[in-house]
């Protein structure tokens, strides 16, 4: 299955200064599978080391020497390593030692190419035993399917470039805009996890790719015991059940269960974030940048990993592909996908968080669903139908921030107005883009 981020693996395995890579991401949204095939052509042959798999591969790392390192792994493995060989440390959480041993093999065996990846690999990253070597490996995140590479895996990759050529002088054809709905709807009942979309495009049928979310959904609680004590699966579990249910609600402890104490749900909420199965959207000031630097770390919603996991949780039926998309779960299911796409064509070579604004002042609330960046601008951003809900809130944003252009996400056509690009659903991935003609245009 062919994924826009393939373009960064290349890169990284041309690069003649690079450092070992370490893959991060959720479970099952296909690390392994990427660095695997998608770099087997520029090498002459890939080591896999599975420490799940092969446990006895942690004995390799008993030092940190990587000569010795690779002369232990050749004899294990009965293999041959070489200068021009990849080797790639998989489920490599179970062993952290070898982690720590990607410093050296940037410091003293450079010219060998190493990634690494891991089911549960941010776990062991944020144990507070371990030592990350800082400024000797880079990193590579990896998302579900954005509806972009979806729409390449079921064979419609030219209708994905013709939404490349499409701009405000340029308007989509009305019969490709209904299409593309009909697309659309359909992701956001199979959602973007590569097994679930593989079997919808084996089988033609939703209720089959639904059996595969529910294999990973149950795979998921099965990790629990892996990183939370009995006592505390509970948690994890109440959170995992309440998060489709309330997206694009602000979150209080208290309603998600009253009788919980806060700290142990705070804690499922953290374990369940560094597993990746949900993400946190945290209130900012929009002030300045980074956004980061203005959140407030208690007033904060939540997104889960996926659309078509967080619609199966939520116990939504295959049905609402037959449904209004703005209305769906009174729009939670469309601002999930907003997150979802926001995420997936954000920087992969860094984490990258969501935000949004509020204001709580009496007589004049507002609420915007996302804030996002273009270079140095803050850019306030809607999920709104356009028939039924109104922009309230995001033009008291451009009142009081004054941002150079404001966005709307919804179900209908490309179009700028009052300052306000307007962008359809399936054109997410389209938005920097449009953004920089716009600012072209105004400079």
Not at 70 to 87: A, C, Y
Not at 101 to 122: N, T
Not at 146 to 165: I, M, P, R, W
Request: charged share 25%.
């Amino acid at each position: 299955m062919k994924r826009d981020i393939e373009k960064d693996f290349i890169k990284w395995a041309k690069d003649k200064n690079r450092m070992p890579l370490i893959i991060r991401g959720a479970r099952q949204v296909g690390k392994s599978y990427i660095a695997e095939n998608c770099l087997k052509n520029y090498f002459k042959n890939v080591i896999v080391c599975n420490f799940e798999f092969t446990p006895e591969l942690k004995n390799c790392f008993d030092t940190l020497d990587p000569v010795t390192i690779i002369n232990k792994i050749q004899i294990l493995l009965n293999v041959e390593i070489t200068k021009d060989s990849l080797l790639f440390l998989d489920e490599i959480q179970e062993c952290p030692q070898a982690i720590m041993s990607l410093r050296y093999f940037k410091e003293k065996l450079p010219e060998q190419a190493v990634i690494c990846a891991g089911s549960l690999l941010e776990f062991a990253m944020n144990n507070e035993n371990f030592s990350m070597p800082v400024g000797r490996v880079s990193f590579i995140y990896v998302q579900p399917l954005s509806f972009g590479e979806f729409l390449t895996a079921v064979g419609q990759d030219k209708l994905k470039q013709h939404l490349k050529t499409i701009s405000l002088n340029n308007p989509l054809e009305e019969m490709f805009h209904k299409k593309l709905i009909e697309f659309l709807k359909i992701y956001l009942v199979t959602g973007g996890m590569p097994a679930v979309v593989q079997k919808y495009i084996d089988t033609k049928n939703i209720n089959s790719a639904l059996n595969i979310q529910n294999y990973l959904l149950t795979t998921y609680r099965n990790d629990f015991g892996k990183y939370a004590k009995t006592s505390k699966r509970q948690y994890l579990e109440k959170v995992m059940n309440f998060v489709p249910r309330f997206i694009g609600q602000r979150v209080k402890y208290s309603t998600i269960d009253p009788e919980i104490r806060s700290e142990y749900l705070k804690e499922a909420i953290y374990l369940l974030s560094l597993a990746g199965i949900i993400k946190q959207n945290f209130q900012t000031t929009a002030s300045g940048l980074p956004l980061q630097s203005e959140i407030n770390d208690n007033k904060f919603k939540l997104n889960f990993l996926d659309v078509g996991l967080m619609q199966n949780t939520a116990g939504l039926s295959a049905e609402i592909i037959n449904n209004d998309i703005m209305q769906i779960n009174n729009g939670a299911v469309a601002e999930q996908f907003v997150g979802q796409e926001l995420l997936a064509h954000s920087n992969p070579n860094r984490e990258n968080n969501l935000y949004f604004w509020g204001r709580e002042k009496k007589g004049s609330m507002a609420e915007i669903d996302f804030v996002t960046t273009y270079n140095a601008d803050i850019i306030p951003v809607e999920v709104k139908s356009g028939t039924t809900g109104t922009l309230k809130s995001l033009k008291l944003f451009m009142q009081e921030k004054k941002p150079k252009i404001a966005l709307r996400f919804w179900q209908k056509e490309l179009s700028f107005y009052d300052g306000i690009l307007s962008i359809p659903l399936y054109m997410i991935e389209e938005t920097e883009r449009l953004l920089k003609s716009l600012f072209l245009r105004k400079c």
